[in-house]
């Protein structure tokens, strides 16, 4: 078959081991360069960060999908169209010069070729959820699997620094108890039918309660709050004074941070009265779902074959 000089000249382009450098280089600086916007944070973490209310920061919440971005992902496509002409090449080269068999290379860029997929499948199927729970409470972690907090335990080392958080959590799967207790630790995540939950933050919630003005309850945790006219309060933490445990509200106008107020059971702010002032601690349990994750291993298993085996003929080669 005849092929036009352009047509043969982006073939060459295609398969070229030069190209293949090229790409590797850009997407290991793209990729360096991206682990410097902090990825899929929530707009709490922006909220503590630059100190703007809830409601102006959802919209932050979602800026950093830079892994599938067509800034990444071209490059990407681009190196897997690569090496798809690399292995097609191969082939027929082999076929048409009647060389030997030699299958390691072969299975390596097939290997590569489903750890692209099995990326790709990640980016575009990964899902994550965090819940804070305390004990007692109870999260839906999928559509059969429900988890029960029932301990939570913060281990220190002397110098007062975090050294270990375990939650206990019981399971049931469909409403049937499948896991009577399961300490799940940071690095001792809890695996149920493609979801992982793992251990992912510790910390005091403050539990406010409000009457409005005619006298129904109204409750809150750390993290939220109302607006009143031009202001947003937002309830930021929950503090020991004089007077006992108090609330902590922050006062903002748009972005702008313009008053607090530590406010005690009796204390009036905008049309709530306070009730009461407490604080429970909770732990951050983070679900995972991944289903790029069995084509990746798979993927591996090739890339190791390939190499084994290129090893092995390459070893009978240079035998006497």
Not at 24 to 50: E, G, H, K, N
Not at 87 to 104: E, F
Request: proline share 5%; charged share 20%; with cysteine.
């Amino acid at each position: 078959m005849l092929y036009s000089p352009s047509v043969a000249s982006l073939y060459r382009f295609l398969k070229s081991v030069r190209l293949a450098v090229v790409l590797i280089l850009v997407i290991t600086v793209l990729a360096l360069l991206a682990t410097l916007v902090p990825q899929d944070r929530s707009a709490a973490w922006y909220r503590a960060r630059y100190g703007a209310p809830l409601s102006s920061l959802i919209g932050l919440a979602r800026l950093d999908r830079f892994f599938t971005s067509p800034l990444f992902c071209a490059p990407v496509f681009l190196f897997s169209v690569n090496l798809g002409a690399c292995a097609v090449d191969r082939v027929i080269s082999r076929q048409r010069n009647h060389a030997r068999r030699r299958y390691g290379p072969d299975l390596i860029h097939v290997g590569l070729l489903l750890l692209i997929a099995a990326g790709l499948v990640t980016a575009l199927g990964r899902a994550e959820k965090t819940w804070p729970l305390a004990v007692g409470d109870e999260a839906a972690v999928s559509p059969a699997y429900t988890l029960r907090l029932l301990s939570l335990q913060a281990l220190r080392y002397d110098n007062g620094m975090p050294k270990a958080w375990i939650s206990r959590v019981s399971v049931t799967r469909n409403g049937v108890r499948e896991i009577a207790s399961f300490p799940i630790e940071v690095n001792h995540p809890l695996r149920l039918r493609g979801v992982r939950v793992y251990q992912s933050s510790w910390d005091t919630e403050g539990i406010l309660e409000l009457a409005d003005p005619e006298g129904r309850l109204v409750k809150a945790s750390t993290g939220q709050g109302f607006q009143d006219g031009d202001s947003f309060w937002y309830f930021a933490e929950t503090k020991l004074g004089v007077h006992g445990l108090g609330a902590v509200f922050q006062e903002y106008k748009g972005r702008a941070l313009v008053s607090a107020r530590s406010l005690a059971p009796g204390d009036v702010i905008g049309p709530f009265t306070v009730r009461s002032v407490s604080q429970r601690e909770v732990t951050g349990l983070k679900a995972v779902r991944d289903p790029g994750l069995a084509p990746f291993l798979a993927a591996l298993l090739l890339i190791l074959a390939g190499l084994a085996l290129t090893f092995i003929q390459k070893r009978g080669d240079t035998a006497p």
